[in-house]
Nanobody
Framework: QVQLVESGGGLVQPGGSLRLSCAAS????????MGWYRQAPGKQRELVAA???????NYADSVKGRFTISRDNAKNTVYLQMNSLKPEDTAVYYC??????????WGQGTQVTVSS
């Protein structure tokens, strides 16, 4: 089973930037389409960015132009560069294979708080 460890979250002021990392175990990581999800208090988890095994990307409208997803298959790692952060970006961020069900395996996530 793939294990996922997210890191890089923290407290940042509005307009600031953060770079999240997700280290995945498993030799077949490179064939998966991976995504960054987030869950704010009282809300459902949502997919905000996705990247295919070939590097094609897709973004939720709420983060388009501000977030950039990338991957390094040699390091089994997925990244999320977040710029121009807004208070509404505050959430726990998770990475996972695109399409993972809520009841499936999830890592511990990393907290992102955008506040002045």
């Amino acid at each position: 089973q793939v294990q996922l460890v997210e890191s890089g979250g923290g407290l940042v002021q509005p307009g600031g930037s953060l770079r999240l990392s997700c280290a995945a175990s498993g030799s077949i990581f490179s064939i998966y389409a991976m995504g960054w999800y987030r869950q704010a208090p009282g809300k459902q988890r949502e997919l905000v960015a996705a990247i295919t095994s070939g590097g094609s990307t897709n973004y939720a409208d709420s983060v388009k132009g501000r977030f950039t997803i990338s991957r390094d298959n040699a390091k089994n790692t997925v990244y999320l560069q977040m710029n121009s952060l807004k208070p509404e970006d505050t959430a726990v961020y998770y990475c996972n294979e695109v399409g993972t069900m809520p009841g499936g395996y999830w890592g511990q996530g990393t907290q992102v708080t955008v506040s002045s």
